[in-house]
């Protein structure tokens, strides 16, 4: 089986897939102290649970915390007996390299959510992803990444009202019922809603513009699902999107 490993800013995510699909996904808190022997005690019991044995034959890894890559490979060594394949390393084949300004470093997930969003849905797209950031990524014609917009993530915002403003409760993001809210809570959730449906129509509006062709947006992360209840610029919703870009990603290295 092959272990895919996408480490957020926030979580991470383990998914085991047989070579034909998901057969089983894992999240936890990203922590950088978190030891190899610890995340396999973890994922042993986990992996028992639903009756599955660690057969684990190869591990994919992609990470926008570079201090959690190292235990990561300790893991895929000692427990796995396999090397992992690291996006983001030179070695690594991701198809058509990103048409960005030299030097510039793409986070992994970016990339990965570009291989895996052409795959499914062709060229000319917009990917909204609603994580720690939410970030807009845009893939060329031919599967290239063109570049992208980012911006603070839902949960980052409630969590700086918060902590700015004394009088304001940190509170769940959902949908309100009514745009005018009549009390605090309320009226938090309305301007945090409906100000992040703006931000995604706006700037998905924009980019439109600016590339002056029909793209087609596809929204993922774990608020996806929440926020395409108010638009419907988000045409597609897709929040396996990032776990189906890493095992293409091994496919392709292993040709």
Not at 49 to 70: A, D, E, H, K
Not at 126 to 150: L, N, Q, R, S
């Amino acid at each position: 089986m092959l272990l895919a490993i996408d480490v957020g800013n926030t979580n991470t995510v383990f998914a085991l897939h047989d070579g034909t699909e998901i057969v089983a996904e894992w999240r936890c808190s990203t922590e950088r102290a978190r030891t190899a022997d610890e995340y396999f005690v973890w994922l042993q019991q986990l992996m028992a649970n639903v009756g599955l044995r660690p057969q684990v034959r190869s591990v994919v890894i992609s990470s926008v915390v570079p201090q959690v890559v190292f235990n990561l490979r300790i893991l895929s060594d000692r427990y796995f007996h396999t090397r992992p394949l690291v996006v983001g390393k030179p070695e690594v084949n991701l198809g058509p390299p990103p048409r960005v300004d030299p030097t510039t470093h793409v986070g992994a997930d970016r990339l990965v959510n570009t291989v895996g969003a052409f795959d499914r849905y062709g060229g000319d797209l917009i990917v909204v992803d609603f994580g720690t950031a939410t970030t807009f990524d845009v893939v060329g014609e031919d599967g290239a990444y063109e570049g992208g917009v980012i911006a603070p993530g839902v949960n980052l915002s409630l969590k700086a009202l918060h902590d700015a403003a004394a009088a304001l409760p940190f509170i769940d993001v959902s949908k309100p019922e009514h745009v005018v809210g009549t009390n605090t809570v309320a009226c938090m959730q309305s301007g945090v809603y409906w100000g992040y449906v703006g931000l995604v129509e706006g700037i998905c509006a924009r980019i439109r513009a600016e590339r002056d062709r029909p793209m087609t947006v596809i929204g993922t992360g774990g608020l996806s699902t929440l926020f395409a209840q108010g638009t419907d610029v988000l045409q597609v919703i897709d929040t396996k999107l990032t776990i189906h870009g890493l095992v293409l990603i091994d496919r392709m290295n292993m040709e």
